[in-house]
């Protein structure tokens, strides 16, 4: 062990609890069986890791050290029970029995903790929206409200939907492991949204002061190389691929100071090609194995952009038409509303502008601050100022992230400033 000073102790432990704190508490929840026992020895750990390391000095392998130390915390913390409730002895004496015992791997030789916790988190025994939470909370460390935020429900209401999942894993004995081959197709479909939807929380944050997380995309992207080793599915492939393709854009996506750029905006020579190679051979490979399914889809829609050396030579044509295709398969507003937007760029405003309209006619997408953005992009085009600027207002009414109120902030200012000009 290395001796270090204090304030070089506290920021590597900071650092370690943003970067390793998922992965110490998947580990803990394994070997405890407990999220709750697992969750407050953690935090237990890392408040002894700054005591112990200003003694002691930084171990060699700080991650190992920090579940050693939850374990044993988690171990004192059943004694202390078992004093007062009978059948907390037996558990703390196997706990104890097994902190000399090497690590064991399951049979398809998954070395993460973490992928075990998503497929125990997406177990079919949860509710759909509890597999989805409880994941985003346990395995990624989104905060209830950011959850809440994605949901569009209550921090309150969220919580007591991942405490309940938690009682039913527990109640239920839930194993907490990857499931056999044979398992696996049924569970897939629902580990893949768990997957995509972390992804999107970090390339569009649902709330705060950045447009972007890319810690959250990296994971993502991580489980998703994982699942891809594991079960080498098409939609695996697709999901994979629409991610990188996404993730190829990021340093594009904002400005220097943090402002959205819009698609079209975007300086192309930033794009990272590398990635956007491997995405776009990834989608060659899930177009030629049939069934496509969804994530296909996207990804070669996000291809087509990916391929387009400018703005002006996208084919919105083909786009349109996989957007038909992606209709046909998980029809939703949301999906009409992206394939709006591309018969726009097809056809002109107009076209576009019809279907949104009728979209929000039919009381879809009310709340949703990009259809409102959206619509307002398609009047201010048609030189309807009046109307792009009641869109606006209401899109940034509904925006949660920083950068996105700004952005809707700046178009409501030019538009200002255009009709100031006309007078």
Not at 91 to 119: M, N, P
Not at 202 to 227: F, M, N, P, Q, V
Request: aromatic residues 6%.
């Amino acid at each position: 062990m290395a001796r270090n000073s204090s304030d070089n102790i506290r920021k590597l432990i900071d650092d370690l609890y943003r970067t390793e704190s998922r992965r110490v508490l998947a580990t803990l929840i394994r070997l405890l069986g407990d999220f709750e026992l697992a969750e407050d020895a953690m935090h237990e750990a890392f408040s002894a890791a700054m005591e112990q390391w200003q003694k002691d000095g930084i171990p060699k392998s700080p991650r190992a050290w920090l579940v050693s130390a939850g374990r044993f915390k988690a171990i004192d913390q059943i004694r202390r029970r078992a004093k007062f409730e009978t059948p907390f002895e037996p558990l703390a004496e196997q706990l104890a029995d097994s902190l000399g015992v090497d690590e064991e791997f399951d049979d398809d030789k998954i070395e993460d903790d973490r992928l075990r916790l998503v497929f125990t988190c997406c177990h079919p025994a949860l509710s759909p929206e509890a597999r989805v939470a409880l994941t985003l909370r346990e395995v990624c460390g989104l905060t209830t409200e950011e959850i809440a935020g994605a949901f569009l429900t209550t921090p309150s209401t969220m919580a007591q939907r991942i405490v309940r999942a938690k009682s039913k894993i527990r109640e239920a004995r839930i194993p907490y492991k990857v499931p056999s081959r044979d398992e696996l197709p049924e569970r897939l479909d629902t580990v893949l949204q768990v997957v995509y939807l972390i992804f999107n929380e970090g390339y569009s944050a649902s709330s705060g002061d950045s447009a972007t997380r890319a810690d959250l995309s990296d994971e993502a992207i991580r489980l998703a190389r994982l699942l891809l080793t594991l079960l080498p599915e098409t939609e695996v492939k697709g999901l994979l691929a629409l991610m990188l393709l996404h993730e190829s854009r990021r340093t594009a996506r904002t400005s220097p100071s943090g402002d959205i750029v819009l698609l079209d905006e975007q300086d192309r020579s930033l794009w990272n090609r590398d990635t956007i190679r491997e995405g776009v051979a990834l989608v060659e490979q899930a177009l030629s194995s049939p069934p496509v399914g969804p994530y296909a889809v996207q990804a070669a829609i996000a291809a087509v952009h990916a391929e387009a050396q400018d703005a002006s030579s996208t084919d919105w044509t083909e786009i349109v038409e996989l957007y038909g295709i992606l209709m046909r398969l998980i029809p939703s507003p949301v999906v009409e509303l992206n394939r709006a937007v591309a018969v726009a760029m097809r056809d002109g405003p107009e076209a576009g502008l019809r279907i949104i309209d009728d979209i929000l006619i039919r009381g879809e997408l009310k709340d949703y601050h990009l259809a409102h953005s959206a619509r307002a992009e398609l009047c201010r085009r048609l030189g309807k100022t009046e109307e792009a600027k009641t869109s606006y207002e209401r899109a940034l009414s509904l925006a949660r992230q920083e950068p996105e109120k700004r952005f809707l902030e700046r178009r409501l200012n030019e538009l200002d400033q255009s009709e100031a000009h006309h007078f």
